[in-house]
């Protein structure tokens, strides 16, 4: 079974200016996680999909990120304007979600450098 | 909001010896799982907990969760360098029917020494 794919898997940008990242997550998961990571700290949760629609949100700086789930499958995150402390490991994860399974599956993650 | 919160944050052992990380949260879960990250790596899932009382070893390490306490256990038996790395816990709860909303707390830096 293919895990889930991230790209890219480096990163790096000036302050100000825009990127994106994009996830597959494994196939027929029906919820898919986008996590910030800052170097030293556990993954702090962005924004979650189940399916194509969003089911929290409340930790994703609105200003400057933005998400979508098309068709309820890959996922892209983007941030415009990228600010120093943009600067993390963005991961990827996605689960199938049944009554016995809501183990999350993390892809490699995009190390983001913001200069 | 949930809390998660393990112990030590950091900690140097030496091989061959035994030691316990500790995940404490504040909420009751039934669902608890620990992760390991390699530096520059991503999460990789050791231990998926799914009721009171449930254990399970792989290893040298054995996971234990008991949800009246709110509480998991990571013990590492006789460690071995390999078993250098961070650790995660992470308690998944249900915030109503249709969602569940993950909590990870701040990993466990474990250096093993020769």
């Known amino acids: 079974e293919a895990g889930v794919a991230q790209s890219p898997r480096y990163k790096i940008i000036e302050k100000r200016q825009s990127v994106a990242f994009w996830c597959n997550p494994i196939s027929g998961h029906a919820t898919l996680y986008w996590y910030q990571q800052i170097l030293g700290q556990g993954p702090k949760l962005l924004i979650q999909?189940?399916?194509?629609?969003?089911?929290?949100d409340s930790q994703l700086p609105k200003d400057r990120f933005s998400a979508e789930r098309l068709k309820g499958v890959d996922s892209t995150l983007k941030i415009q304007p990228a600010k120093l402390e943009d600067s993390a490991v963005y991961l990827c994860?996605?689960?199938?979600?049944?009554?016995?399974?809501?183990?999350?599956?993390f892809g490699p993650g995009t190390r983001l450098t913001v200069t | 909001e949930l809390k998660v919160e393990q112990n030590p944050l950091f900690l140097s052992m030496q091989e061959g010896k035994n030691y316990t990380i500790y995940c404490n949260y504040s909420t009751t879960s039934d669902r608890l799982y620990w992760y390991r990250q390699d530096p520059g790596k991503s999460l990789e899932s050791l231990f998926v907990l799914l009721s009171n009382g449930a254990v399970k070893q792989e290893g040298r390490l054995m996971a234990s969760l008991d949800t009246k306490a709110r509480l998991s256990t990571l013990h590492i038996t006789a460690a071995v360098h390999d078993l250098s790395a961070t650790y995660f816990c992470a308690v998944d709860w249900a915030v109503n029917d249709n969602f569940n909303k993950f909590y990870f707390g701040s990993g466990t830096k474990l250096n093993v020494k020769p």
């Open positions: 999909f189940q399916n194509n629609g969003v089911v929290d």
């Open positions: 994860a996605s689960s199938l979600d049944s009554d016995r399974e809501y183990e999350q599956y």
